[in-house]
């Protein structure tokens, strides 16, 4: 379990760089949007080509005197493709363990470092009173008690995380009714997703779950004090 929460801090010491240098990006090329809007409107109603050669160079020298770079935002993605693929391989070898205990697993063999004998020992962990390898369906009454206090963590971790990251442009969407309910809907619909998948995986994904979810929630908390939104107090 130890290592299911040592994975999440290396995971998320990997991806901070990237994280940084998106934040970075995005906090420069929103202290610049009004700038952007001057060049935007002095060019506005204008179709003819030279209009539209002259508005780019203009954003370009724009860009460069201030270091800055438009296609900056797209790293935001990055973190999800270094974190998706340790969350799905984590789940399938969690949820394989069981099986290669009993000997069931591709003919009685292993996975990896998990043999007969280390899987055995792994299902034979119990945190907070629960056994790692059960989920919701299969744990006792103190384990459903148990996984659905971390269930319920996870779901105000991710919501809480979200409601950081959207407050800042609320104001704004607040003018545009499609983006404020799609907002909310964000805001409340993958939480709810949490309910539903959580109480189907072992325990021991639960631990990295909301291990995961407690280090992003505090990423969040750091961004709005270290890179807050051009403009708010």
Same mark, same amino acid.
């Given at each position: 379990?130890?290592?299911?929460?040592?994975?999440?801090?290396?995971?998320?010491?990997?991806?901070?760089?990237?994280?940084?240098?998106?934040?970075?990006?995005?906090?420069?090329?929103?202290?610049?949007?009004?700038?952007?809007?001057?060049?935007?409107?002095?060019?506005?109603?204008?179709?003819?080509?030279?209009?539209?050669?002259?508005?780019?160079?203009?954003?370009?020298?724009?860009?460069?005197?201030?270091?800055?770079?438009?296609?900056?935002?797209?790293?935001?993605?990055?973190?999800?493709? #270094?974190? &998706?693929?340790?969350?799905?391989?984590? =789940?399938? +070898?969690?949820?394989?363990?069981?099986? !290669?205990?009993? /000997?069931? $697993?591709?003919?009685?063999?292993?996975?990896?470092?998990?043999?007969?004998?280390?899987?055995?020992?792994?299902?034979?962990?119990? #945190?907070? &009173?629960?056994?790692?390898?059960?989920? =919701?369906? +299969?744990?006792?009454?103190?384990?459903? !008690?148990?996984? /659905?206090? $971390?269930?319920?963590?996870?779901?105000?971790?991710?919501?809480?995380?979200?409601?950081?990251?959207?407050?800042?442009?609320?104001?704004?969407?607040?003018?545009?009714?499609?983006?404020?309910?799609?907002?909310?809907?964000?805001?409340?619909?993958?939480?709810?997703?949490?309910?539903?998948?959580?109480?189907?995986?072992?325990?021991?994904?639960?631990?990295?779950?909301?291990?995961?979810?407690?280090?992003?929630?505090?990423?969040?908390?750091?961004?709005?004090?270290?890179?807050?939104?051009?403009?708010?107090?």
């Amino acid at each position: 379990v130890l290592a299911i929460v040592f994975l999440v801090l290396v995971v998320h010491a990997c991806i901070l760089p990237i994280y940084l240098k998106q934040m970075k990006s995005m906090r420069k090329m929103q202290a610049l949007q009004p700038k952007m809007q001057h060049i935007q409107n002095k060019y506005k109603g204008k179709k003819d080509q030279a209009s539209k050669e002259a508005m780019s160079r203009e954003m370009m020298k724009l860009y460069q005197d201030n270091d800055a770079n438009p296609m900056g935002g797209c790293t935001s993605m990055l973190p999800m493709f #270094v974190q &998706g693929p340790v969350f799905m391989c984590m =789940f399938y +070898t969690l949820s394989a363990i069981p099986y !290669i205990a009993r /000997g069931k $697993f591709r003919n009685g063999s292993g996975l990896g470092a998990f043999d007969i004998a280390t899987a055995k020992q792994f299902t034979s962990t119990n #945190v907070f &009173g629960v056994n790692v390898a059960e989920n =919701f369906t +299969t744990a006792d009454i103190h384990g459903k !008690i148990i996984i /659905g206090i $971390f269930v319920a963590l996870m779901c105000f971790c991710l919501w809480l995380m979200q409601y950081n990251s959207m407050k800042p442009n609320m104001a704004q969407s607040a003018a545009n009714k499609q983006t404020e309910m799609m907002q909310k809907m964000m805001l409340w619909m993958f939480p709810i997703m949490y309910i539903f998948s959580g109480v189907a995986m072992p325990f021991a994904v639960l631990v990295y779950w909301l291990t995961n979810n407690i280090c992003n929630l505090l990423r969040s908390v750091w961004q709005i004090h270290v890179f807050p939104t051009p403009g708010s107090p």
